[in-house]
């Protein structure tokens, strides 16, 4: 399995990355994975209560789901394997320590974490404080904020 596997290494070299676009976690029961398909969705997991997509608040908005609450999307820019242990860990007690919610996404390449649109600006502080790099993270784009 290619990707890092050393947790001190995936810490210092996560490079945070904010996603200026909302996103809003959905569920349907009715639908299915080809319908939600066509919605653009970023994921999608199927539950027993069913389907499970996280969609671009312009997409939830067609379907009038906009006023769920909103996330932002952190991606962790590190390439991690997917045995690699700790990570997710250690990225979910720095955002509990500081009260801040985080849902996170595994995916091939890289972690994903979903905070609080409210909240996105301070994740990314301590991310980068966790990494030992205070300095400004880089950002995916620009804007936020709900519309």
């Known amino acids: ?12 070299q996560m490079r945070p990355m904010l996603d200026p676009v909302p996103y809003v976690f959905c569920t349907f029961a009715t639908k299915s994975m080809t319908e939600l398909a066509l919605c653009e969705p970023i994921g999608l997991f199927a539950e027993t209560e069913g389907l499970t997509a996280l969609l671009p608040v312009e997409q939830a908005r067609d379907l009038g789901l906009a006023e769920a609450e909103w996330f932002r999307r952190i991606t962790l820019t590190v390439h991690s394997s997917l ?15 500081r009260g801040i919610p985080a849902n996170v996404v595994a995916a091939y390449f890289h972690d994903h974490v979903f905070v609080p649109e409210e909240r996105a600006e301070e994740a990314m502080s301590v991310l980068r404080h966790l990494a030992g790099d205070d300095q400004d993270a880089s950002v995916i784009g620009s804007g936020g904020g709900r519309t």
């Open 1 to 12: 399995m290619s990707g890092e596997t050393d947790l001190n290494t995936l810490i210092a």
């Open 83 to 97: 045995d690699a242990v700790g990570l997710t860990a250690a990225v979910a007690a720095a955002l509990a320590d």
